[in-house]
């Protein structure tokens, strides 16, 4: 298989699933937004402020657009609002099989509540906001998915038990 790509929302387990998949596979593994801070030389909630989220889009896009050409054999963790862009579905679609890793607001809340470095979630009381946004990506989310998990109440093992299981199936 070419690559993994795991979406969803913010705290859904992307980034703790992804480490632990790519190290159990001898992949590599791939945090989009660590690439674009890396790259920036600043961090995500800067690059909002400074920028604004449009800029920072189009940063996900032209990362996208490199990585269709050297980003092979790997687990991708994507920030929650990359498949937001029709034209980044299609590129996380063409880029390997995707993993959209779903949780239930309460679980979302319980592991982001205390994270002061998600720009998506300032401004207004923290459950409305995670509950417009996540009304809002959820049809994207399933449009841009192969293969839906769901994380809550399973551990990590769970989940990667059950990817494991879909992507057979995927081929």
Known sequence: ????????????????????????KDMCFVDTDERIVSEQKREI????????????????????????????HAVISVGGGMPVRKQNRELLRSLGCVVYLSASKQTILERVKNDGSRPMLNGGELEARVEQLMKD??????????IDVRTDRRSVRQVLQIIEQETRRFG
């Open 1 to 24: 298989m070419k690559n993994l790509i795991l979406i969803g929302f913010m705290g859904a387990g992307k980034t703790t699933v992804g480490k632990l998949l790519a190290k159990e």
């Open 137 to 146: 990506r959820e049809a994207l989310y399933r449009q841009t998915a192969h």
């Open 45 to 72: 909630p800067d690059i909002f402020l400074k920028d604004g989220e449009e800029y920072f889009r189009d940063l996900e896009t032209e990362l996208l657009l490199r990585m269709q050409e050297d980003t092979y």
